[in-house]
């Protein structure tokens, strides 16, 4: 089993900064990639941003140029910067590792909320 425990949400300004962390621990493995998903209230769990085992990235659109991931060398913990901050970026910010090819592994999540 893999765990995954989010850190670093809370509530900003508009126009703020906050830097998550997710930190993976547990039978560790074939990690493929990790990544930063969120979910505003009423709404589907949307991507916002991984980075692959060789330190590729992909980001939303809507988060491009304000968002930067990153993982620390030991390649278990990934960060999520995230700068200039909108209103529309309230949600819940969940980790996942994939492991392999299929198995996926979630945190419970860390609560931004960015006041307008």
């Known amino acids: 089993q893999v765990q995954l425990v989010e850190s670093g949400g809370g509530l900003v300004q508009a126009g703020g900064s906050l830097r998550l962390s997710c930190a993976a621990s547990?039978?560790?493995?074939?990690?493929?990639?990790m990544g930063w998903y969120r979910q505003a209230p009423g709404k589907q769990r949307d991507l916002v941003a991984t980075?692959?085992?060789?330190?590729?990235?992909y980001y939303a659109d809507s988060v491009k140029g304000r968002f930067t991931i990153s993982r620390d060398n030991a390649k278990t913990t990934v960060y999520l910067q995230m700068n200039s901050l909108k209103f529309e970026d309230t949600a819940v910010y969940y980790c996942?590792?994939?492991?392999?090819?299929?198995?996926?592994?979630w945190g419970k999540g860390t609560l931004v909320t960015v006041s307008s």
């Open positions: 547990g039978n560790i493995y074939s990690i493929k990639d």
């Open positions: 980075i692959s085992t060789a330190g590729s990235t």
């Open positions: 996942k590792l994939r492991q392999g090819l299929v198995m996926d592994y």
